[in-house]
């Protein structure tokens, strides 16, 4: 069976999340942690929590994925910004273990004109003051696009942050299928290849999970601009050739496209039914 879930708004707590996504045919779900924004997040409900948790254990869910808010970015060069992301993250970081043993994506940054080199270093620091021996979260990179001075477009330089970080047992890969076919990865042409490419630089074990899109913009386009499944330059036959893919088998996928619950509800329904 595809473990698939799409984005959700956590304003009404777990429950309602776990609600919303069983009520699709979801068995896993994505949400901010907070106002993607950034700022202040609301005390988390213990009870909700715990019967959230109950909830996923009895329906047949997945790991779900915390995604960290839009606007950290932990190589900026400005140290209040890197300071502001730090100290956002490791509180997410403390409060997913409410929820125990699932998975927090962010995105590695904007390097704005520090250089490559300077941006990996500055996320490998701060990743090593902020993960801890004890935590049961897994934390994402996720691939981005290239759009600008963005981390993260090219595998290599998500090894290399992996290969900085002290406790890189706590560190996986989310794939995002728009990003990576906007920065070059031709997915639609060649999925077997790409894959191949990411094994043999990163490794298959680290990719933890997969987001879900379609593009609004060409191969290799350095956009990032999500589209709705099979409306856009990926298109269904690419997708149905991503969820049968053995190497991506069991893998949690999470829709992010540009939709209101009943539209992920239609994709869930046709991503299941392309599934052989
Ligand atoms: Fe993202
Ligand atoms: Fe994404
Ligand atoms: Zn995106």
Sequence with gaps: MLNIGCHLSNSK???????EAAS??????????RNPRG??????????AAEARQFMADNGFVKILAHAPYTLNPCAARPEVREFTENTMADDLRRMEFTPGNMYNFHPGSHVEQGIDAGIELITGMLNRILRPEQ??????????GKGSEVGSRF???????????LSDKLGVCLDTCHVFDGG???????????????????????????INDTKNPFGSHKDRH???????????????????PALKGLPFFLETPNELD????????LRSLCK
């Design 13 to 19: 707590g777990y429950m309602n999340m776990c609600r």
């Design 24 to 33: 699709i045919g979801a068995n896993t779900f994505q949400f901010f942690t």
């Design 39 to 48: 700022g202040a997040a609301k005390d988390i409900d213990p009870a909700d």
């Design 136 to 145: 049961s979260t897994t934390v994402l990179l996720e691939t981005m696009s």
């Design 156 to 166: 290599e330089e998500l090894r290399r942050i992996i290969d900085g970080c002290e």
């Design 185 to 211: 990865y031709d997915i639609v042409g060649d999925l077997d290849g790409v894959l191949a490419e990411f094994d043999r630089v990163i490794g298959l074990e680290r990719l933890r999970a997969i987001h």
């Design 227 to 245: 589209e709705k499944i099979g409306e856009g330059y990926i298109g269904v036959d690419a997708f149905c050739r991503i969820v049968n893919h």
């Design 263 to 270: 539209g992920y509800g239609r994709e869930i329904a046709l």
